[in-house]
Structures are given as structure tokens and as C-alpha cells.
């Protein structure tokens, strides 16, 4: 079956402005998360979506935001993009249920946002 | 802060030579998962370890589980130069939440 899809692979923006980040899950998984990944801080999560509904955040400021549709696909948006926000943003899905810390992740390639 | 601290940062070994790789971290988990990230790429899961187990194998793998020492860690026999990447624990850090936690990571490096 098709893997987790990420969209665009590669993006490039300017200060200020804002950028919008799509992710396809595996068919049948309900829940995706974003993590940004950056040499010096490491993968960060961002928030985790299960059935359109948000469960988890991360402690990220809310220029950060993130949404979930009926077909479980998910965006991720970023508003007034600063120098800081480059970064490989990866999306993961899983199925979302059973016990907690189950679920093993399947991760897109990413997309890798610079800002000048 | 990072649930997960791995150990060392980085890793450098000769094609055949086991790799050994620590992972530390800090509140009361129900399970421990490994994954590894070929560089830039997505993570693909390695290995997961319940809080109830102790050790547990696959392939060339082998994941040690201490809770009272809140640590793991992941053993790779017989490395080959396709083995390397960055490996990083993930926990699922409070109980009850789909919330994972990963560790900064080990850049393992197999020289051929």
C-alpha cells in the first residue's frame, strides 16, 4: 500500500510570510502527527490529529497550526515564517488506538522549508 | 525538554563490529520504540519495547529495557555500511497520550 506522502518536498519563502504543508497518511490510519526536525533542537513534535480532532500539541507559539480532514489527510500552517522556522517538517501517521505509546509511526520524507 | 537523550552523538565503527547505542530518559513510559533516519530522510521504525519487557530481538537487533533506570539500549550485530544513519528512541512520555518524544539521536557511521 502506499507509504505516507508528504507535499511539497522542498520549499523556499521569505521572512513573513506563510506557508502551508500537506501530508496523505497510509489508507485506514486515522491519526497523523508533525514533527519539525532541526540539527540543533532535534525532532520537535508539533501536534498529533486523530479523526479531525486535535489531541496533542507541542510547545510551539501559534503561528503554528495544523488541521485534519474527513479523509484523514492533514496541513500544517506556518504564518509569519522568521529565519528560525527552517526545518525538515515530517509527518507521521499511525492508527491512532490502542494503548498509548503502541502505535508505531509510519514517516513521510518530509518537507524541508528555508527561509531567507 | 527532550524525553530522550541518546548516547554518544555519534558513532564511527568498522564493517562487521557491533554498534551500541543509549537512550535515557526522564518520566514513567508504557513502551520504548527505536527508529532509524537515513540522512534528511523520513524515520522507519526499528523496534518496539514494552515497559513490561526486558530485552527483546529482531534480526540483527537487539533493545534492552531498564525502568528503574529509565534507559534502553540498541544493540546492532554484525554492522554493515547500509546501516548507517541516525537512530533515535521515542517514548510515549505521559501515559494516556499519543504524544511521542524523540531523542536527540546517534549518528552511526559503518566504514566499509
Known amino acids: 500500500k502506499a507509504g505516507v506522502t508528504q507535499t511539497p518536498r522542498y520549499l523556499i519563502k521569505t521572512r513573513g510570510q506563510q506557508v502551508t504543508l500537506s501530508c496523505s497518511p497510509i489508507s485506514g490510519h486515522r491519526s497523523v502527527s508533525w514533527y519539525q526536525q532541526t540539527p540543533g533542537q532535534g525532532l520537535q513534535f508539533l501536534f498529533e490529529?486523530?479523526?479531525?480532532?486535535?489531541?496533542n500539541k507541542g510547545n510551539f507559539p501559534g503561528r503554528f497550526s495544523g488541521r485534519q480532514f474527513s479523509n484523514s489527510r492533514s496541513e500544517m500552517n506556518v504564518s509569519t515564517l522568521e529565519l528560525g522556522d527552517s526545518a525538515l517538517y515530517l509527518c507521521a501517521s499511525s492508527s491512532g488506538q490502542g494503548a498509548s505509546g503502541a502505535n508505531v509511526l509510519t514517516f513521510g520524507a518530509g518537507s524541508r522549508l528555508t527561509v531567507l | 525538554s527532550q524525553q530522550g537523550e541518546e548516547d554518544p552523538q555519534a558513532l564511527s565503527i568498522q564493517e562487521g563490529e557491533n554498534a551500541t547505542m543509549n537512550c535515557s530518559y526522564k518520566t514513567s513510559i508504557n513502551n520504548l520504540q527505536w527508529y532509524r533516519q537515513n540522512s534528511g530522510r523520513g524515520l522507519v521504525h526499528l523496534i518496539l519495547?514494552?515497559?513490561?519487557?526486558r530485552e527483546k530481538h529482531s534480526g540483527r537487533l537487539r533493545v534492552t529495557l531498564d525502568t528503574s533506570k529509565k534507559s534502553s539500549s540498541l544493540l546492532i550485530t554484525a554492522s554493515r555500511a547500509a546501516d548507517t544513519a541516525s537512530y533515535f528512541c521515542?517514548?510515549?512520555?505521559?501515559?494516556?497520550?499519543?504524544?511521542?518524544?524523540f531523542g536527540t539521536g546517534t549518528r552511526l557511521k559503518v566504514l566499509a
Open positions: 490529529y486523530f479523526s479531525e480532532t486535535q489531541r
Open positions: 519495547i514494552r515497559s513490561n519487557e
Open positions: 521515542a517514548t510515549d512520555g505521559t501515559s494516556g497520550t499519543y504524544k511521542y518524544i
